[in-house]
């Protein structure tokens, strides 16, 4: 399994840019690999993003592993605040 990120390149809420730069980064510290989905370019693929995560309203951030949902940015704050991002990865 590989860990996957729905994100958006183009955003004008700051918040959520910072949000998933922070996950980017932390991601690349950890040397942990991962693949990104951009949902800006095809609302088809913004769609798919909020089903598997059961929530017409989600919006990026959204990380999963393979096709295990793993939570949003907040749920990973979490995670790393507490050291579990193994856990939350499902690493």
Do not use: W
């Amino acid at each position: 399994m590989s860990i996957i990120i729905y994100y958006t390149s183009v955003s004008s809420n700051l918040k959520i840019k910072q949000n998933q730069q922070q996950i980017f980064m932390h991601l690349d510290s950890k040397k942990i690999q991962y693949k990104t989905i951009d949902i800006s370019t095809d609302s088809e693929v913004k769609d798919e993003m909020r089903r598997k995560v059961n929530d017409p309203t989600a919006l990026p951030p959204q990380i999963f592993n393979g096709d295990v949902y793993c939570g949003d940015y907040d749920k990973f704050f979490e995670a790393v605040e507490a050291g579990n991002e193994k856990d939350f990865f499902k690493l």
